[in-house]
């Protein structure tokens, strides 16, 4: 419970970049936040002022975390229910909560749930364990090949996620492996999209919402690569349907703080992919280029304060995922970014670099699409390859 004549604290379970660019909108609300790191080298443990070290597979860690939040959130989505569970029933307020949570823990209760109010989703099928082969069988037979086989838990940037061409014996032996090593298995039909979409919105505990403009993500090798805002050449009747379809599942779900679902958009219309209830790699073009960045809108949120303008501020960003690559001294190559385009927005998140690595984003905006994305590859591509890069490599 809050004290007159202090601010409510916010704890974030979790120390990556999400929570150190949640600590800078922070410092503009007046908000303390503490984290949970893993480590002192944590992206957020590194600029956080209020941080404590801990595992967020503790139950103990987590206890001691929550002593003195009024409210506590994530940074991510692996925090064993059952421990969100017991904070709950400690007395902790949890934004979102655990029920809801779940939604973006296990994709198949996603499924389920979401197919169960109508939203539209891929056709889907879980595996069990004594005949898996058999269920991918009979599920190939209604959707045909091929087949992407997902872990329930877990997975991201391309991970826990793999296509099956054909149901033979090397698909066997992964399915095999796989449920050898504990993971539980779904399947869904694979979709011909034409493109990935994302909308963002946020959800109040008093019902509020605020939606963001509808976004293009591009992926390669599983890694989200740019996002573009808003989405070219979306269609204002299907931007408008993906917003009131994001609102809808926050609301059925019940979630408070942000939810980021992802999309893909058929010639027939959108089916949803995946959900995250936290602040999202399609949302960092908000830090410049909306009214209200998403991690100041996540803050205002879980702490039920108005939400902010979700009005973009140019008619288009683009923003650019930075990459580890050969060479570990980033800095003048910062400066050549800097110099070349005073404009062009950087940000790093405080990671060793490592070949491929996700280390920070770039973010333009401008009138013309076209020269902002070129303005945007060229940064993120310069900061990863340097005076190297070569025109074929500013959009790889």
């Not at 410092?27 to 480590?39: D, E, K, M, Y």
């Not at 931007?239 to 609102?247: F, P």
């Not at 990671?351 to 699409?369: C, E, M, P």
Request: hydrophobic fraction near 45%; charge should be negative.
């Amino acid at each position: 419970m809050r004290e007159p004549g202090r601010m409510p604290v916010v704890g974030m379970i979790g120390g990556g970049q999400l929570a150190r660019m949640t600590q800078q909108a922070a410092i503009g609300l007046g908000t303390p936040l503490r984290v949970l790191a893993a480590s002192p080298q944590d992206s957020a443990a590194l600029v956080c002022a209020d941080v404590r070290i801990g595992e967020h597979t503790s139950a103990a860690d987590l206890r001691s975390f929550a002593k003195g939040c009024d409210v506590v959130t994530f940074d991510h989505e692996h925090v064993p229910p059952a421990l969100i569970e017991e904070l709950e029933s400690a007395g902790t307020i949890c934004r979102p909560g655990s029920a809801a949570l779940l939604h973006a823990q296990d994709k198949l209760v996603m499924r389920e749930r979401l197919s169960a109010i109508g939203a539209p989703c891929p056709r889907y099928a879980p595996l069990p364990a004594d005949d898996p082969m058999a269920a991918l069988r009979a599920f190939a037979d209604q959707v045909g090949l091929p087949l992407v086989l997902k872990a329930t838990r877990g997975g991201y940037d391309g991970k826990g996620l793999w296509i099956l061409d054909d149901l033979d014996a090397g698909a066997a032996a992964l399915v095999e492996r796989l449920l050898g090593e504990g993971v539980a298995l779904m399947a869904e039909e694979h979709v011909p999209f034409r493109r990935e979409l994302a909308a963002l919105v946020a959800r109040s505990p008093h019902g509020q919402g605020a939606a963001y403009p509808v976004v293009e993500t591009v992926q390669r090798d599983g890694i989200c690569h740019e996002v573009i805002a808003p989405a070219p050449g979306l269609e204002e009747e299907r931007a408008v349907q993906a917003q009131r379809l994001a609102l809808e599942i926050a609301e059925r779900l019940g979630v408070t703080g942000l939810l980021a679902v992802e999309l893909f958009e058929l010639e027939s219309g959108l089916v949803v992919n995946e959900l995250a209830m936290r602040p999202h790699n399609s949302g960092h073009w908000t830090i410049e280029g909306a009214r209200t960045s998403q991690f100041e809108q996540h803050l205002r949120a879980v702490l039920d304060l108005p939400l902010g303008s979700a009005e973009p501020t140019a008619r288009h960003v683009v923003m650019a995922n930075v990459l580890g690559g050969d060479d570990a001294d980033i800095y003048p190559r910062y400066i050549h970014v800097m110099a070349r385009d005073p404009a062009v927005k950087v940000h790093f998140y405080g990671k060793q670099v490592r070949l491929g690595r996700k280390i920070g984003h770039v973010t333009a905006l401008g009138d013309d699409l076209e020269e902002t994305l070129e303005r945007a590859r060229h940064a993120a591509a310069y900061l990863r390859w340097g005076p190297a890069l070569g025109p074929a490599e500013e959009g790889r």
